[in-house]
């Protein structure tokens, strides 16, 4: 192709072909930065200023400044419009520049409190958000580092209102300007390649020649017809598939304009893995990044907005499965507007096993705990309870045998020998006070001890907290919060769960507050209730590496945590399952950051995003895959609280999740029937 001319071609891989055959005889190359090396996963760039001006607002409120969203970005728009106005009246390009009208907005906007620290703020978060949109063109990028090996000098012209710094920011953690020589943007000189002023500033700048420089783009006109008519070789690039991508996305977008449901499905698109992301992955990896990252995504999402609607000063991760949550957080973070204003969080260790001595120290064995420690099938006597609650069995024996009782009396209502008379006597047995005072004797050390550690975590010195959990019961926090009961300073507890099934009553007042936000017993929510169809899927899903937590121990130094024992039989079968997951949690802990950027940039909340998740949770839940079955089925799930007793009579789990893949397969019925009872269940609540 002789200089002048341009070529449009419908495939990066046609272009790049003919590509090759012209760049051996040129110098330089040129690239369009946006839809050539760069693709946007939303398809409106306009989009992402949404987020900006969500930020802005925020940074406003934290100043004493209340300003909405939108009139933020009216007054944006305002500016950058009478600048486009004002550069027309001298240039061929109606061009803006982002810090002159920012500039001019965060003036409007914040006063006197105005000053380059908070413009440098602004545009950092702007730069943030455009990077979590774009991905490099991995054939594109590829083949401009081979023509940069070969000695070209390559360049990169962006008609924008980004400068060059912030473009060469953006091109650095697209992870190619290694090969990039020189970046020019239009907002620097308000000369750009849609009038062709742009090229022969370009070509005086670098003393270049026309006949040996060609540009590639996307932009018929800016791209092709006007370097054409500067002598530049030019080709476009008119991507059919990248085309599909976009309306696919518009589409839902539109659709989410009237249908909430649409609105999480656009999320979800606009984070699916794009061009060299694209790459095989472990069966279990898609799991978790496509089915439990959203569901864990809009859970967090929810634990954002809940906590600043309370004035939530802190949030606890607690237990093992708040470690996924808590990873899931930091990785959100980043991307949220409103991360400015949302409390600060930890990781509690925390257990049920840890707090239940703790929780006896002030108030004894009380019936409720005393019912929750039954409630696994492998507790049977008080021998459990005091494994449980780590009473000394023994020094109580005198107290057991005043009301007729042993260690070994079956006190659970699973096991046939347990009779009314010992149930009545056990009954006795918590009302005597000479027993309690032995029982807040024998736990006070682990309460003291918690008490360190939970000081050493400063929740002593703050007022409310939110007490974060995947559920079910509301255990831990119980145990928590009858802990710290006796302390005047202790926080109000905020619980928030994946999922409250509330089976047990939870002591609920106005310092002990819980809440299930994907699903909750006490508000109907037939799709969120299809969670209860695999729970312990998300305990091990979300189960922190390291073991589970015995206790605490009071050391010179302050107080040790004592992990158990990670060599025996239970303990290697919970690292199978660990290692069987492990791409599972890879895949979740990987969307977390496209999902947080695909919401902030959508500036959609959880409400909007609730449907899609309750449709995630029912057909993969309620109406899975034989395969799927196959797939995410647990190998090993493993509970702290049960003991080693098996009642005498067994009834078979008939879980649809425990059903064989035969019975699966030949029952093509079978999901509609369990589906049918669980929402007569849900009706009957």
């Known amino acids: 192709m002789k200089p002048g001319k341009y070529k449009q071609y419908y495939t990066q891989e046609k272009l790049i072909r003919f590509g090759r055959k012209l760049a ?6 040129s690239f369009d930065l946006f839809d050539t090396l760069f693709v946007r996963r939303v398809h409106d760039p306009d989009l992402l200023k949404r987020s900006v001006a969500d930020f802005v607002a925020t940074l406003a409120r934290k100043r004493g400044l209340h300003i909405s969203a939108g009139k933020v970005q009216f007054i944006r728009d305002t500016f950058e419009i009478a600048q486009r106005k004002e550069t027309g009246q001298k240039f061929d390009d109606h061009e803006a520049c982002y810090p002159v009208y920012m500039g001019q907005m965060l003036a409007e906007i914040f006063g006197e409190q105005v000053n380059e620290q908070l413009l440098a703020k602004v545009t950092a978060f702007e730069l943030a958000v455009e990077s979590s949109m774009l991905v490099p063109r991995q054939m594109l990028v590829e083949w401009l580092k081979e023509l940069h090996d070969q000695g070209k000098k390559i360049l990169i012209l962006s008609d924008i209102y980004l400068p060059a710094s912030c473009l060469e920011t953006l091109v650095e953690r697209g992870g190619f300007a290694d090969s990039v020589d020189h970046v020019i943007s239009s907002a620097d000189t308000f000369l750009a390649k849609a009038s062709g002023k742009g090229f022969p500033l370009v070509q005086e700048r670098f003393d270049l020649t026309p006949e040996k420089w060609l540009h590639i783009g996307d932009n018929p006109v800016s791209d092709g017809l006007r370097p054409a008519e500067f002598g530049l070789r030019a080709l476009v690039l008119r991507d059919g598939r990248e085309k599909m991508r976009k309306s696919i996305i518009r589409r839902y977008w539109n659709y989410g304009q009237g249908r909430t449901f649409f609105r999480g499905r656009t999320v979800h698109q606009a984070m699916l893995p794009m061009e060299g992301e694209n790459i095989p992955r472990h069966p279990l990896y898609v799991e978790g990044y496509n089915f439990l990252a959203p569901v864990i995504g809009t859970f967090l999402l ?24 808590e990873s899931f957080w930091k990785k959100m973070l980043p991307h949220l507007p409103q991360a400015d204003v949302l409390p ?28 929750i420690a039954f409630l696994p099938s492998g507790n049977r006597d008080f021998r459990d309870i005091c494994r449980i609650f780590k009473l000394n069995g023994e020094a109580l024996l005198p107290h057991l045998q005043r009301h007729n ?29 000479l027993f309690q005072a032995e029982v807040q004797s024998q736990t006070r050390p682990y309460n003291d001890a918690l008490m360190q550690y ?12 939110a007490i974060v959990d995947v559920g079910w019961l509301g255990t831990i926090q119980r145990f928590l919060n009858e802990a710290v009961a006796h302390r005047p300073d202790r926080p109000i507890f905020h619980g928030m769960l994946l999922a409250a099934t509330r089976g047990i009553p939870f002591p609920a007042s106005t310092v002990n507050q819980l809440s299930g936000l994907i699903y909750d017993r006490f508000r109907f929510d037939l799709g969120g209730s299809a969670i209860l169809y695999n729970r312990d899927l998300f305990e091990e899903a979300c189960r922190a590496p390291h073991p589970t937590l015995n206790g605490y121990i009071l050391t010179e130094s302050g107080c040790e945590l004592e992990f158990r024992n990670t060599e025996d039989k239970t303990a290697k079968a919970e690292q199978m399952q660990d290692d069987f997951f492990a791409p599972l949690q890879q895949g979740i802990l990987d969307a977390a950051s496209r999902f947080a950027a695909a919401v902030a940039v959508l500036g959609y909340s959880s409400l909007d ?3 899609w998740t309750n449709h995630l949770l029912t057909a993969k839940l309620a109406f899975p895959k034989n395969s799927e079955v196959e797939l995410i089925r647990l190998r090993h799930h493993l509970d702290d609280f049960h003991g080693t007793k098996k009642p005498p009579v067994q009834t078979p789990s008939m879980a649809l999740w425990d059903r064989s893949i035969s019975s699966l397969r030949w029952k093509p019925l079978l999901r509609l029937k369990y589906y049918l009872l669980a929402a007569r269940d849900r009706l009957q609540e």
Request: contains cysteine; negative net charge; aromatic residues 10%.
């Open 24 to 29: 051996a005889d040129c110098e330089t190359v």
């Open 302 to 325: 929810n634990l954002a907005e809940e906590s600043q609607r309370l004035s939530v000063e802190h949030i606890y991760f607690l237990s093992r499965e708040g470690w996924m949550f």
């Open 344 to 371: 600060s969080e930890s990781y509690l260790y925390v257990s049920r096993m840890a707090l239940a001595g703790a929780a006896c120290a002030y108030q004894g064995l009380t019936p409720d705990n005393a019912a």
């Open 405 to 433: 009782l042993q260690l070994e009396t079956a006190l659970s209502p699973q096991y046939p020998e347990t009779t009314v008379k010992n149930c009545i006597h056990f009954t006795e047995l918590l009302e005597d006070d």
């Open 454 to 465: 939970l000081e050493q975590e400063g929740m002593f010195k703050r007022k409310e907290v």
């Open 609 to 611: 995003l609730k449907p």
